[in-house]
């Protein structure tokens, strides 16, 4: 726990020092992510709004079912609502003996079959686009740790850094209490962005809800999903696996800027986030294998 703390606050100074350098250059490529911010509020319902076209798909699907269900607990609750004031023992005495009717037994065999039909195409569909992960721009590999989370970007060389929530004793104006981190993990916008997800320990769950991405993140393995943000801001997930006792000390935070502020931002980040490379295991590794 020592450690980690140590390890935040030597973050914390590296943050301060990439964010001197970058103000002496007279560019904040993280400030680019601009004021929008996604996160959730106290007593939200639904979903949050969709950052991604996966998130809006998910939505919209979740809702086309969600509207079909209404239909048919309403029609069985009214059903019922007839059968027991219309057949009860005081108003039918006398029982129909009644046990075979052709048109009613087609009607809910074919009736159901048509609704559970026009649920299966658009959920074949979701889950095929969820799985394309081709052709992304950038690949970054996320590993779940005990209690942080890394992330390795393929495509740029020794970019690999450690991110851990802000402690609530160390939080500044528009950091946002339990969801807030030291090092986001940056993302260009209007690209599609593969993640490698896997962990170094236990179970852990990347999940980013406005994002449309929940996969596990499972040891020895590399669980794939995508996204592509087409709005600069902020986004936040969390580890929505139990994990260990701190579970919930690792959100997920993400600043999304135009691709010219990402590409300067990484030249700040190789000069300063490389020394914060934590990876008990080489993640690499798990990359290799997989292929
Ligand atoms: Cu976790």
């Given at each position: 726990?020592k450690?980690?703390?140590?390890r935040?606050?030597c973050?914390?100074?590296l943050?301060l020092?990439?964010?001197h350098?970058?103000?002496?250059q007279g560019?904040?490529?993280l400030?680019?992510?601009g004021?929008y ?6 007593w939200?319902m ?7 076209p ?7 699907l979740m809702?086309y079912v969600?509207?079909i ?6 029609f069985?609750?009214v059903l019922?609502?007839?059968?027991f004031?219309r057949?009860?023992?005081k108003a039918n005495?006398v029982?129909?003996h009644?046990t075979?009717?052709t048109l009613?037994?087609v009607?809910?065999?074919?009736v159901?079959?048509i609704?559970?039909?026009i649920?299966?195409?658009p959920?074949?569909?979701l889950?095929?686009y969820?799985g394309?992960?081709s ?7 996320v590993?779940g ?8 970007y393929q495509?740029?060389p020794?970019?690999d850094?450690t991110?851990?929530m802000?402690?609530d004793d ?5 950091d946002?209490?339990?969801?807030s981190v030291?090092h ?11 993640f490698?997800i896997t962990?170094?320990d236990?179970l852990?769950?990347?999940y ?5 991405v929940?996969?596990?993140a499972?040891?020895?393995s590399?669980?794939?999903?995508w996204?592509l943000?087409p709005?600069?801001?902020t986004?936040?997930g969390?580890?929505?696996q ?7 000390a690792?959100p997920?935070e993400i600043?999304a ?6 590409l ?5 980040a190789?000069?300063n986030?490389?020394?914060?490379t934590?990876?008990p295991l ?8 997989a292929k």
């Amino acid at each position: 726990m020592k450690r980690a703390v140590g390890r935040g606050f030597c973050a914390a100074l590296l943050l301060l020092a990439a964010g001197h350098l970058a103000l002496a250059q007279g560019a904040d490529p993280l400030g680019a992510a601009g004021g929008y911010v996604n996160a959730p509020r106290p007593w939200q319902m639904w979903f949050p709004a969709a950052g991604s076209p996966m998130q809006a798909q998910i939505d919209w699907l979740m809702k086309y079912v969600l509207w079909i269900m209404a239909g048919v607990v309403g029609f069985v609750a009214v059903l019922m609502g007839y059968v027991f004031a219309r057949f009860n023992a005081k108003a039918n005495p006398v029982a129909s003996h009644l046990t075979h009717n052709t048109l009613v037994e087609v009607v809910w065999l074919v009736v159901p079959t048509i609704l559970l039909a026009i649920i299966i195409w658009p959920s074949l569909n979701l889950i095929w686009y969820e799985g394309d992960d081709s052709n992304p721009y950038m690949t970054v590999t996320v590993t779940g740790h005990q209690w942080y989370w890394e992330y390795n970007y393929q495509s740029v060389p020794g970019l690999d850094y450690t991110s851990y929530m802000v402690p609530d004793d160390q939080l500044k104006p528009g950091d946002i209490r339990r969801l807030s981190v030291d090092h986001p993990l940056v993302l260009p916008i209007g690209k599609k962005i593969k993640f490698d997800i896997t962990s170094s320990d236990v179970l852990h769950g990347f999940y980013l809800p406005s994002l449309g991405v929940q996969k596990y993140a499972i040891p020895g393995s590399i669980q794939t999903s995508w996204t592509l943000i087409p709005k600069a801001g902020t986004y936040y997930g969390e580890c929505n696996q139990i994990c260990g006792i701190n579970h919930d000390a690792m959100p997920i935070e993400i600043k999304a800027v135009p691709l010219a502020d990402y590409l300067a931002w990484i030249k700040v980040a190789q000069a300063n986030y490389t020394e914060n490379t934590v990876s008990p295991l080489p993640v690499g590794q798990f990359a290799d294998a997989a292929k």
